[in-house]
């Protein structure tokens, strides 16, 4: 009943935007170029903070269920 979750449309998803800034990073403007470093940035905390945030919920769903057992 319990499956395990497919990433597979996430990996593809992650790949095909680094492949795009990975492009966008040999444009000829100069603001275009400047942008991918700061979009590479962006997305690496946002990676970061849905981590955090898996790690908050599973504590919490750990505190929840030793309080439901007690």
């Known amino acids: 009943m319990f499956f395990k979750e497919d990433h597979t449309y996430d990996i593809i998803r992650d790949r095909s935007v680094q492949q ?3 492009e966008m990073s ?3 403007d100069l603001a275009v170029r400047g942008g991918v ?3 590479q ?3 690496n905390d946002l990676k970061k903070q849905i981590e955090r945030l ?3 919920n ?3 769903n750990q505190y ?3 309080l ?3």
């Open 20 to 22: 795009w800034l990975e």
């Open 26 to 28: 040999s444009h000829e």
């Open 37 to 39: 470093k700061v979009t």
């Open 41 to 43: 940035d962006y997305i």
């Open 54 to 56: 898996k790690e908050t």
């Open 58 to 60: 599973e504590l919490k």
């Open 64 to 66: 929840l269920k030793q």
């Open 68 to 70: 439901k057992n007690r």
